[in-house]
């Protein structure tokens, strides 16, 4: 069975640390790009980064760069999120997901995660 | 990196269609033929409903699709049913190897 499962999530506050995990079964994971998605709550999606199959390339939104950062452990079929100096605006549901297409403009997510909830607050 | 602009929600009766647009410029959604669409339950995670502009994945009912035009992405669903009811979001690639999503359109079945 196909499965993501994230863990890590919980309450740190503003300044903190936190690294987020995602367990991937199923699929070789060590064959795809993989990704970060968040979701504020009530908000819509916003795509976070994504890490390339061996974790040579690695690309982020504007607002977490230099601040988070994606890595993998292919041997241990884990994708990870360390996010240093937490905000309030990045309180968010963190979805790990597979990112498919075949070319590098051709970008679509056809797995995902359930979801890990992160909450910044004092 | 700026959120596609989708229209808040939409709604219909059980068996109309309707369509939702995803508008975004010629650096996304009007550079590429690369728009997907995901439907979300209330709870759950995101699910890939579209991709590459009109392509179904195995499993998503044909009353899904998708059609472009310009920089206007769109999803239509046809025959509408009950467990259509859900929150619809569309991405584009958006160059320098990024990624952006719409703001998201809350279907509701009348």
């Known amino acids: 069975e196909v499965q993501l499962v994230e863990s890590g999530g919980g309450l740190v506050q503003p300044g903190g640390s936190l690294r987020l995990s995602c367990a991937v079964s199923?699929?070789?994971?060590?064959?795809?790009?993989m990704t970060w998605v968040r979701q504020a709550p009530g908000k819509g999606l916003e795509w976070v980064g994504n890490i390339k199959q061996d974790g040579s390339e690695k690309y982020y939104v504007d607002s977490v760069k230099g601040r988070f950062t994606i890595s993998r452990d292919n041997a241990r079929n884990s994708l990870y999120l360390q996010m240093n100096s937490l905000r309030d605006e990045d309180t968010a549901v963190y979805y790990c997901a597979r990112r498919r297409g075949g070319s590098p403009t051709n970008w679509y997510f056809d797995l995902w995660g359930r979801g890990t909830l992160v909450t910044v607050s004092s | 990196q700026s959120a596609l602009t989708q229209p808040p929600s939409a709604s219909g009766s059980p068996g109309q269609s309707v369509t939702i647009s995803c508008t975004g410029t010629?650096?996304?959604?009007?550079?590429?033929?690369?728009v997907s669409w995901y439907q979300q339950h209330p709870g759950k995670a995101p699910k890939l409903l579209i991709y590459e502009v009109t392509k179904r994945p195995s499993g998503v009912p044909d009353r899904f699709s998708g059609s472009k035009s310009g920089n206007t992405a769109s999803l239509t669903v046809s025959g509408l049913q009950a467990e259509d009811e859900a929150d619809y979001y569309c991405?584009?690639?958006?160059?320098?190897?990024?990624?952006?999503f719409g703001g998201g359109t809350k279907l509701t079945v009348l």
């Open positions: 991405c584009s690639y958006a160059g320098s190897n990024t990624v952006v």
């Open positions: 199923g699929f070789s994971f060590s064959n795809y790009w």
């Open positions: 010629s650096s996304d959604v009007g550079g590429y033929n690369y």
